[in-house]
């Protein structure tokens, strides 16, 4: 539920050509993309808010492993949390969305995806959030950019919501965060980059062994988006992570963006890898799809 990261050249990894219009569920305009080189299909709607490359992104930072359970916050019509069930088989995955439109999306975009048996989408605020018995491994979040009162929303309100903060601030999601995760489990948020110092000082002191990985658009030029990897519950040091250059002199994808937003590999923000490393191949392992609202 964030804004779009601007200046890529296909939006969202999307393949070249790829996108076809559509209706939705309810008849409203949409159109089709793939991401993850036509791995993940995806409808989206013609008008309002569109996922681009930032979900991707995320979803790639997330270290799960088959049979854990993974919670999307505000995840809109599914980008992060489809590339993510995608990229890790028998993962099962939770999504839960605000906007009715977008989750009746996310459940189509799984089912087009062929992976509805593994997520569950549910709709709904996440400042209700309460976890149940077991916590989940992994919680993503693309929370909106913009602070309340800091900037005039577009008149779209799908846009508006994805852009700016509404009643659920930064804190609110981080504390949603809290209460969904098991002890030691793991978050993995992007947002921009002149705003991780709140996303530091939100984190603390329920998370430690925090992890910055900034997202360059080119190298030489500052950062708009980072992405962040804090540990429930641990009081490891901070880290700040080479992060990954998006785009080379010619405006294209470099190499190591293209592995990740075309080839699903993964970006690596914790254990021992370095920064932006392609994660090995994970098996399949047979699952079922958890509640994102009990927690279970």
């Not at 993974?70 to 999504?95: E, K, N, Q, S, W």
């Not at 988006?225 to 470099?254: E, N």
Request: aromatic share 4%; proline share 9%.
């Amino acid at each position: 539920m964030s804004a779009p990261e601007a200046g890529g050249p296909e939006p969202g990894g999307a393949e070249p050509g790829g996108s076809e219009p559509g209706r939705d569920a309810t008849g409203a305009a949409s159109r089709r993309d793939r991401l993850l080189g036509g791995r993940v299909v995806l409808s989206q709607p013609e008008s309002g808010y569109r996922a681009a490359i930032d979900p991707v992104l995320l979803a790639a930072a997330v270290p799960a492993a088959p049979g854990e359970r993974a919670l999307d916050l505000g995840c809109g019509v599914g980008a992060a949390t489809l590339c993510l069930a995608v990229r890790i088989p028998g993962l099962r995955v939770a999504g839960i969305e605000l906007q009715p439109q977008l989750a009746a999306l996310a459940r189509l975009n799984a089912a087009q995806t062929g992976i509805a048996d593994r997520v569950s989408i549910a709709e709904g605020d996440l400042r209700d959030l309460q976890a149940g018995a077991a916590g989940y491994d992994h919680v993503l979040a693309n929370p909106p950019y913009l602070r309340a009162g800091t900037h005039t929303p577009p008149p779209d309100a799908s846009r508006a919501a994805a852009h700016g903060e509404g009643e659920a601030d930064l804190a609110a999601w981080i504390a949603a965060a809290a209460r969904m995760l098991r002890p030691r489990g793991l978050l993995t948020l992007v947002h921009r980059a002149d705003r991780f110092d709140e996303v530091v000082a939100c984190l603390r002191p329920r998370f430690g062994s925090i992890a910055l990985f900034p997202l360059w658009p080119r190298a030489g030029v500052p950062a708009r988006r980072v992405l962040v990897q804090a540990c429930k519950g641990a009081r490891g040091p901070a880290r700040v992570l080479p992060g990954l250059i998006l785009h080379g002199p010619d405006g294209r994808y470099t190499a190591e963006a293209e592995a990740v937003l075309r080839d699903a590999a993964a970006l690596t923000l914790a254990g021992q890898g370095g920064a932006g490393q392609r994660s090995a191949e994970q098996g399949a392992v047979a699952t079922r799809p958890g509640s994102p609202i009990s927690g279970t």
